[in-house]
């Protein structure tokens, strides 16, 4: 897990090499204090958005969060933050518009309880999910209405203190699975079945109509610190998430 504070200085050119997956963590709240530097680094459009969130903590989320998508893109391109453009698709997935687009970086983001991840590939499809911990909703009626039926029969399996935080890991992958395939709602959410056990790795079980989707996506569990549940989702089967401690040149291993 690569974490971002709001010491950390991103120098450009940042690695990612084909075949690779990174993964960022940022402290939303470490790096709300300093809204106004971040806002320097947003669109107008951007900036729009982020006026329009009621609760000033949601604002400085997302404007934090989205500093740091253009810092570490910028890093990864050769380029300042501000100058990136972003197009939407239809199903409003965000890429990186036609004057950067050229070398096939992926991204995705998440962000809940005040950390936000951030994934990036080269030329694969990806989707990430984080979710806090909370015990403040009715879990059978959400698993009811959003979960598979073999979902939620892993999940009344399960003993009562053990339900929310599988509750959760389900949640997370399903999100992650809808994002990468850039989908989101529309893909119904009883066509596909994930794993709810812990520390999964290949969480994606089945896909329906068509079995053979299952195999073309690693969906996996990655960790997202205390009190957080996050999941992992991107296209092929061949790559490797990568850490790095203070030096981004010099990868520590797979996570």
């Not at 690695?15 to 990174?22: A, D, H, I, K």
Request: charged letters at 25%; hydrophobic letters at 40%; aromatic letters at 8%.
């Amino acid at each position: 897990m690569n974490i971002l504070s709001p010491a950390f200085e991103l120098n450009a050119p940042l690695p990612l090499p084909e075949g690779e997956v990174q993964l960022w963590r940022v402290d939303l709240e470490a790096m709300a204090p300093e809204e106004t530097r971040w806002q320097k680094l947003l669109s107008e459009e951007e900036l729009t958005r982020a006026g329009r969130f009621h609760f000033q903590r949601d604002r400085r989320g997302f404007t934090a969060a989205r500093a740091m998508l253009r810092s570490i893109l910028a890093a990864y391109l050769g380029c300042t933050p501000r100058a990136l453009n972003f197009v939407y698709s239809k199903k409003e997935k965000p890429s990186l518009g036609p004057e950067h687009s050229a070398g096939g970086i992926a991204f995705n983001v998440s962000h809940s309880g005040g950390i936000a991840l951030l994934a990036f590939s080269r030329g694969r499809d990806v989707g990430v999910d984080v979710e806090h911990l909370r015990h403040d909703f009715d879990l059978e009626a959400i698993a009811c209405r959003f979960f598979s039926a073999q979902e939620q029969s892993q999940l009344a399996a399960l003993p009562a203190q053990v339900r929310v935080d599988a509750f959760f890991r389900c949640w997370t992958r399903k999100e992650a699975y809808i994002k990468a395939t850039g989908d989101g709602l529309s893909l119904p959410l009883s066509q596909f079945d994930v794993s709810l056990a812990p520390g999964q790795r290949d969480a994606l079980l089945a896909t329906r109509p068509d079995a053979a989707e299952a195999g073309k996506w690693l969906l996996r569990e990655v960790p997202a610190g205390s009190g957080h549940v996050a999941a992992l989702c991107v296209r092929g089967r061949d790559w490797k998430l990568r850490a790095w401690a203070d030096d981004p040149a010099s990868t520590t291993g797979e996570i």
